[in-house]
C-alpha cells in the first residue's frame, strides 16, 4: 500500500487541500492520501484554532472516504510532533510506504520541524507549489540540503519505490485557496460546532 500523508490544521479544509490529495494520488501512484488533522501545530497559535472534531468533520466533508481519508490518528497514537508521527505509522504499518505530502510553504519553513533532516532520511516527500512561496522554497535551507536527493518530476511516480531520502517537486497547477483567507471571510469561524 501506497499512502501519501498530507498532514495540517485543516482549519478548515478546503478545495486547496483536495487539489493537493487528488494530485499526489495521480501523480504519485498512490493507494490512498490520509488527511492528518492535527490535534494541534507546535508551530501555530492555538487562538483561532477551531475544536479538533470541527477541523476533523471539514476533512471529511472533503475525503471520498475510500481513496481519500481523514483522520484524527496523530490523536489517537498521542503524537505531536510530524517525526514521531511518522515513526508510530511506520510501526504500527510496517507494510505501507508512505509519502510525506507538503506545499511549498512547509519545505520553506521544515527547518523549523523538530527532528526534519530525519523525516527527510526515513520518508519520501512530496512538495506542491503554493502561490508566492515556491521560488523562494526551492532555493531556501532544507531544498539546498536535501538538493541531492531530489527526484525530476517526470520521475514521480516512481517516488513510493525509491528508498529514502527522496523527494519531487510536483510543479501543477496550484490553488490561491487557503484556510485563513476562508476564516477571514467567516465561512469558518473558529469554535463553531454546526
Given at each position: 500500500?501506497?499512502?501519501?500523508?498530507?498532514?495540517?490544521?485543516?482549519?478548515?479544509?478546503?478545495?486547496?487541500?483536495?487539489?493537493?490529495?487528488?494530485?499526489?494520488?495521480?501523480?504519485?501512484?498512490?493507494?490512498?492520501?490520509?488527511?492528518?488533522?492535527?490535534?494541534?501545530?507546535?508551530?501555530?497559535?492555538?487562538?483561532?484554532m477551531?475544536?479538533?472534531?470541527?477541523?476533523?468533520?471539514?476533512?471529511?466533508?472533503?475525503?471520498?472516504?475510500?481513496?481519500?481519508?481523514?483522520?484524527?490518528?496523530?490523536?489517537?497514537?498521542?503524537?505531536?510532533?510530524?517525526?514521531?508521527?511518522?515513526?508510530?505509522?511506520?510501526?504500527?504499518?510496517?507494510?505501507?510506504?508512505?509519502?510525506?505530502l507538503?506545499?511549498?510553504?512547509?519545505?520553506?519553513?521544515f527547518?523549523?520541524?523538530?527532528?526534519?533532516?530525519?523525516?527527510?532520511?526515513?520518508?519520501?516527500?512530496?512538495?506542491?507549489?503554493?502561490?508566492?512561496?515556491?521560488?523562494?522554497?526551492?532555493?531556501?535551507?532544507?531544498?539546498?540540503?536535501?538538493?541531492?536527493?531530489?527526484?525530476?518530476?517526470?520521475?514521480?511516480?516512481?517516488?513510493?519505490?525509491?528508498p529514502?531520502?527522496?523527494?519531487?517537486?510536483?510543479?501543477?497547477?496550484?490553488?490561491?485557496?487557503?484556510?485563513?483567507?476562508?476564516?477571514?471571510?467567516?465561512?469558518?469561524?473558529?469554535?463553531?460546532?454546526?
Amino acid at each position: 500500500m501506497r499512502i501519501g500523508l498530507l498532514g495540517g490544521s485543516f482549519n478548515p479544509a478546503h478545495a486547496g487541500h483536495l487539489h493537493v490529495a487528488r494530485t499526489a494520488l495521480a501523480r504519485l501512484g498512490l493507494d490512498q492520501v490520509w488527511l492528518l488533522v492535527s490535534p494541534g501545530n507546535p508551530l501555530k497559535p492555538a487562538r483561532g484554532m477551531a475544536p479538533l472534531a470541527v477541523r476533523l468533520a471539514s476533512a471529511r466533508a472533503i475525503a471520498d472516504g475510500r481513496r481519500i481519508l481523514a483522520t484524527d490518528i496523530e490523536r489517537r497514537l498521542g503524537t505531536r510532533y510530524t517525526r514521531d508521527t511518522l515513526r508510530a505509522l511506520h510501526r504500527r504499518f510496517p507494510r505501507a510506504v508512505f509519502v510525506w505530502l507538503m506545499g511549498a510553504d512547509n519545505l520553506a519553513q521544515f527547518p523549523r520541524w523538530r527532528g526534519w533532516a530525519a523525516i527527510a532520511r526515513e520518508t519520501q516527500i512530496a512538495v506542491l507549489p503554493r502561490p508566492t512561496y515556491t521560488r523562494g522554497a526551492l532555493s531556501a535551507r532544507a531544498a539546498r540540503r536535501l538538493r541531492r536527493w531530489r527526484i525530476p518530476a517526470h520521475r514521480a511516480s516512481a517516488l513510493a519505490l525509491l528508498p529514502a531520502p527522496r523527494w519531487v517537486f510536483l510543479p501543477v497547477r496550484q490553488t490561491a485557496q487557503s484556510a485563513t483567507a476562508l476564516r477571514r471571510a467567516k465561512k469558518f469561524p473558529p469554535g463553531d460546532t454546526s
